[in-house]
Nanobody, 120 residues
């Protein structure tokens, strides 16, 4: 059974930093594309970052240059380092596993979400 457990959210002032963590189990982590989505109140879920099997990362336009996604395959962990946070980054952040990445049928698996609130 696939399980993704998110943690690390909290309340931070604008300009501050947070690091989110995601522990994965029930999968062969090293062969899975992982990433993060977020959803703010009243808005659609938005792609934040993706990291491929070989560590290549890509980001949503709104977080480029501020957020960094990285993974530790030895620990089955993926992380999101968020710097220079803005109030508009306030959202629930979800660790994501992309099954079938690069094909026409991608299945998403989600963590339970962790709340990030950035005060102005």
């Amino acid at each position: 059974q696939v399980q993704l457990v998110d943690s690390g959210g909290g309340l931070v002032q604008a300009g501050g930093s947070l690091r989110l963590s995601c522990a994965a189990s029930g999968i062969i982590f090293s062969i899975n594309v992982m990433g993060w989505y977020r959803q703010a109140p009243g808005k659609q879920r938005e792609l934040v970052a993706v990291i491929t099997i070989d560590g290549r990362a890509s980001y949503g336009d709104s977080v480029k240059g501020r957020f960094t996604v990285f993974r530790d395959n030895s620990k089955n962990m993926v992380y999101l380092q968020m710097n220079s946070l803005k109030p508009e980054d306030t959202a629930v952040y979800y660790c994501t596993r992309f099954e079938g990445w690069g094909t026409e049928e991608v299945t998403f698996y989600w963590g339970q979400g962790t709340q990030v609130t950035v005060s102005s």
